[in-house]
C-alpha cells in the first residue's frame, strides 16, 4: 500500500498549536522519494518561523529519520507535524527482523548511556574508533537525535509474529 499526503489545513479555524500542515508517507522509501519528504517537511518546519539554529536540528532529525527508514528497511511510514503544545514531532515505523531488531536494541542501550553533557564527546570517540558496523553507525544517529531534540527520543518494538516487530522511532522537538 502506498499512501502518500501533504497536508495543507488552511481551511481549519485558526487554533494555537494546530498543525497547520504535515507530511504523512507509507511506502517503499527510494532516494528520490526521500528527497520530495525532506522538502515537504521543510515547508512544514517554515510554517513557523523558528531560529536557524532550532530549524537545522529539527532538519538533522528529519534526515536521521528518513535514512532510519530508507537505509535499514527500504519502506515503512514517515510522519512530520505539529502537536497541539507547537512542539514538531517526528515518527519512523519500519519492520525489522528479530536480529535487527537486537541489533537496534544494543545501539538504543549505547546510544542513551552518556547524559547529554556527555553525548557530543561520546559521538566523537565513536568516529574516531571507527565503531562502525554493518548495519550503520553504531548508534551515531540515534546519539544525533537525542542531542537535537535534548533528549526527547521514543522508540519502541511492536511484535507482528514471531520473527518481525514494528520499529516505532518518534522525535519531539521543542520550540
Not at 548495519?135 to 514471531?162: K, P
Request: proline residues 3%.
Amino acid at each position: 500500500m502506498l499512501d502518500t499526503s501533504f497536508q495543507n489545513h488552511s481551511h481549519a479555524p485558526e487554533q494555537p498549536g494546530f498543525p497547520r500542515q504535515s507530511v504523512v508517507y507509507n511506502g517503499v522509501l527510494s532516494e528520490r522519494q526521500s528527497e520530495v519528504l525532506l522538502g515537504w517537511s521543510e515547508q512544514v518546519l517554515e510554517g513557523k518561523q523558528w531560529p536557524l539554529q532550532q530549524h537545522k536540528r529539527a532538519m538533522r532529525c528529519i534526515i536521521e529519520l528518513l535514512q532510519n527508514v530508507s537505509k535499514h528497511s527500504g519502506k515503512g511510514r514517515y510522519e512530520c507535524g505539529w502537536d497541539a503544545s507547537g512542539c514538531l514531532v517526528l515518527r519512523s515505523v519500519n519492520a525489522v527482523s528479530r536480529t535487527q531488531r537486537e541489533h537496534i536494541e544494543r545501539a538504543l542501550l549505547q546510544a542513551n548511556l552518556p547524559d547529554l553533557d556527555s553525548l557530543r564527546e561520546s559521538r566523537l570517540d565513536k568516529l574516531a574508533e571507527g565503531e562502525r558496523t554493518e548495519h550503520g553507525g553504531a548508534g551515531l544517529g540515534f546519539m544525533d537525535l537525542r542531542a537535537c531534540s535534548n533528549d526527547q527520543v521514543h522508540s519502541e518494538f511492536i511484535t507482528c509474529g514471531e520473527e518481525e516487530s514494528d520499529f516505532v522511532l518518534t522525535v519531539k522537538i521543542h520550540p
